[in-house]
């Protein structure tokens, strides 16, 4: 299967703790956006890399999330000190977008439930 | 920022008929517009999408019309399938920056057989 694939699909932490997700995108697409989707409402966007480098933030993104791209494949998103506000599904999208090109399409992954107890 | 609008929250069609699910955008820099299909426990599917400079886009039975004066987009489903039945969701884009999507609320389109 050479969609974009994402580890796990679920996770049930409890308040306080720390959590990390995986997301391995279409091979060779450069751009990579992570998504946080609640339920009943439209993904809403956290933050995209283009190769490694992560170029743009949202302001959803507390400074508890850290997400990562090291070698420009896979991509990582941390959740420190997790919270019950954090609970939903936690989508990673990749597309062939070059840097300054014009919108390229994105394909999602399967997603990462989060239950924060 | 770009804010999209989504009508209506849910539809009922019976198997056949056509459905319709509208949407309007605020950015008029906004030039790429994709609809996704989301089904119970997967992540949006691309279905169809638009690009500015396009009225009109046609894929079997689904099509996607944009009227870029009046700022809205829409998607019909023609000859409707129960496994058409899920949530679809609109969304805009622009060029410059992330070129990051900003999603409609969603539309859960049941189709009765």
């Known amino acids: 299967d050479t969609g974009v694939s994402q580890n796990p699909r679920h996770k049930i932490t409890k308040r306080g703790q720390n959590v990390t997700f995986r997301c391995d995108p279409i091979s060779e697409h450069n751009r990579l956006y992570w998504y946080r989707q609640t339920l009943g409402q439209g993904p809403e966007f956290l933050t995209y890399f283009q190769n490694e480098a992560q170029l743009e933030k949202s302001r959803l993104l507390s400074d508890r999330f850290s997400a990562e791209r090291p070698k420009g494949s896979f991509s990582t998103l941390e959740i420190q000190r997790t919270e019950q506000g954090d609970s939903a599904m936690y989508l990673c999208a990749s597309s062939s977008g070059l840097a300054g090109g014009i919108s390229y399409e994105q394909y999602f992954g399967p997603g990462t439930r989060l239950t924060v107890t | 920022g770009e804010n999209v609008e989504q009508h209506p929250s849910t539809l009922s069609v019976q198997e056949g008929d056509s459905a319709v699910i509208k949407c309007t955008y605020s950015d008029s820099a906004s030039n790429y517009f994709p609809w996704y299909k989301q089904e119970l426990g997967k992540g949006p599917q691309l279905i169809i999408d638009?690009?500015?400079?396009?009225g009109e886009k046609k894929d079997q039975r689904i099509a996607v019309t944009l009227n870029k004066t009046a700022k809205h987009f829409s998607l019909h489903i023609t000859e409707t399938q129960p496994e058409d039945s899920a949530v679809y969701f609109c969304a805009a884009s622009k060029s410059t920056g992330a070129n990051n999507l900003f999603f409609g609320t969603g539309t859960r389109l049941t189709v009765i057989p």
């Open positions: 638009i690009r500015s400079n396009v």
